[in-house]
């Protein structure tokens, strides 16, 4: 069993940045690829970004790319996601997600654990 505990939202005007954090309970960590999920209400949850086991393969959306960038630090357990020149159609619940193959993808029906969500407000 893993835990993923997402850190890191909160309220920023267009234009700004944040940083999310996504930290992963277990010892078996660096094993897993970790991905970035965000739904707002009503829709469907969106793949935003992804990053394989090493850290040596990254996927983006289309909508982020050149704007988020995901790391790790296997030596902390944590995956993040840098949000840079942030948008008002940004705005919503973030999730992070493993995936134990280890493999980035953009394929949501791979992840086998999820965290809570950490919300993410974007003001114009």
């Known amino acids: 069993q893993v835990q993923l505990v997402e850190a890191g939202g909160g309220l920023v005007q267009a234009g700004g940045s944040l940083r999310l954090s996504c930290a992963a309970s277990g010892r078996t960590f660096s094993t897993y690829a970790m991905g970035w999920f965000r739904q707002a209400p009503g829709k469907e949850r969106e793949f935003v970004a992804a990053?394989?086991?090493?850290?040596?393969?990254?996927v983006y959306a289309d909508s982020v790319k050149g704007r988020f960038t995901i790391s790790r630090d296997n030596a902390k357990n944590t995956v993040y996601l840098q949000m840079n020149s942030l948008k008002p159609e940004d705005t919503t619940v973030y999730y992070c997600?493993?995936?134990?193959?280890?493999?980035?993808?953009?394929?949501?029906?791979?992840?086998?654990?999820w965290g809570p969500g950490t919300q993410v407000t974007v003001s114009s």
């Open positions: 990053i394989s086991r090493s850290g040596g393969s990254t």
């Open positions: 997600a493993a995936d134990l193959l280890g493999i980035a993808t953009e394929l949501e029906s791979r992840y086998v654990y």
